[in-house]
């Protein structure tokens, strides 16, 4: 999710856990600790921006790593505030452990991948139930973990501000849930009554909502892609063709450098093997579909949040990410409103 949902899933999490003992001090910490395994965004400084890509949720999100050093950040609070606080070094361990936790196991319901279970397993794990913007999962932690900061810590209505709050968006997070599995049965009648053959498909909600969801059907050597809106009259989806085009990535494979071949493997893997390829000047694109063609909303560069741009250097293969240029105009908005709410 979007870093202001993490800091504010974080803050009220801490609020229920220690804002009692603490006062305003718990919402602020559990903000920091919901931040926290999104600084893996340093990476960006020392390597290229395709390894940061691929890197980002991985190690920093892993359930066990962020359990060992919880009571690290735990001590170091302790010490800051043992001569003024009642909270204890255990106290301040249940925090963050509470504030970590929550962050990569939402960050799962998303699309990009989260690999929670690290080092035991490279597995990305992405349940894809919800947008990594979603107002209606993140307006009622905002308003909880704003609120308390004017409530007096022993006042009993704070605590349960902050309970509400997190019942409120858990209770979306599971609609969610109910929303893809509505979803996927729709698709797989319309794979079926349109004779699409395939190996695999891969569901998640667009922009800003849980009502529009993109489908990405792989089938031998294409995609088809499209979309369904839990709001449209009928339900047939039309689908668009997309070729892979896999054949384009061979003569890179080859002719690329032990290193460059290594990080361009590890790149497909990324997609989960859903992306396609198209020829540019003596270069090709690589596009990551998982996130869905997005033509005719928002322009992006090459229609694709998500695409990379694979040439021949003389130093051998370059991988470049190509830059996503969002361009918001009244049309777009107004056609993924109405596309939304039904066709």
Not at 23 to 39: E, S
Not at 111 to 137: C, E, H, K, Q
């Amino acid at each position: 999710m979007d870093s202001l949902t993490q800091a504010v899933l974080g803050a009220t999490v801490g609020e229920v856990v220690l804002g009692k003992k603490v006062g305003n001090k718990a919402p602020f910490w559990g903000a920091v600790a919901g931040t926290i395994p999104d600084l893996d965004v340093v990476l960006n400084f020392f390597v290229g921006e395709v390894q940061s890509t691929i890197w980002h949720r991985t190690f920093s999100h892993s359930l066990l790593v962020l359990t060992l050093v919880t009571p690290v950040f735990g001590y170091l609070v302790f010490l800051l505030y043992r001569r003024s606080s009642v909270a204890s070094f255990g106290d301040w361990s249940n925090l963050f452990f509470w504030g970590l936790i929550t962050h990569p196991l939402l960050d799962s319901f998303t699309n990009y991948g989260t690999m929670i279970f690290y080092p035991l397993s490279d597995v990305r794990v992405a349940w894809r139930t919800i947008f990594i913007v979603d107002p209606l999962y993140t307006l009622p932690l905002l308003f909880a973990s704003i609120a308390v900061l004017f409530m007096a810590k022993t006042s009993l209505i704070r605590k349960r501000t902050a309970v509400l709050a997190l019942s409120i968006s858990t209770f979306y997070l599971f609609l969610t849930i109910i929303n893809k599995i509505n979803v996927n049965h729709i698709v797989e009648e319309n794979l079926k009554s349109q004779s699409i053959s395939h190996q695999k498909y891969m569901t998640s909600p667009t922009f800003f909502n849980n009502l529009l969801w993109s489908v990405v059907v792989k089938a031998d050597g294409q995609y088809y892609v499209g979309y369904y809106s839990l709001l449209d009259d009928d339900k047939q989806i039309d689908f668009s063709e997309i070729p892979q085009q896999k054949a384009l990535l061979l003569p890179y494979l080859q002719g690329a450098d032990a290193e460059s071949r290594a990080l361009l493997l590890e790149l497909i893997e990324f997609t989960e093997y859903f992306y396609a390829l198209e020829p540019g000047e003596n270069s090709i694109y690589l596009y990551d579909l998982r996130f869905g063609k997005i033509s005719g909303w928002f322009k992006y560069t090459r229609d694709f949040i998500f695409s990379f741009h694979i040439q021949d250097k003389n130093s051998g293969i370059e991988i470049n990410r190509t830059p996503s240029e969002l361009e918001l105009k009244d049309e777009s908005v107004n056609r993924l409103l109405e596309r939304t709410l039904g066709k």
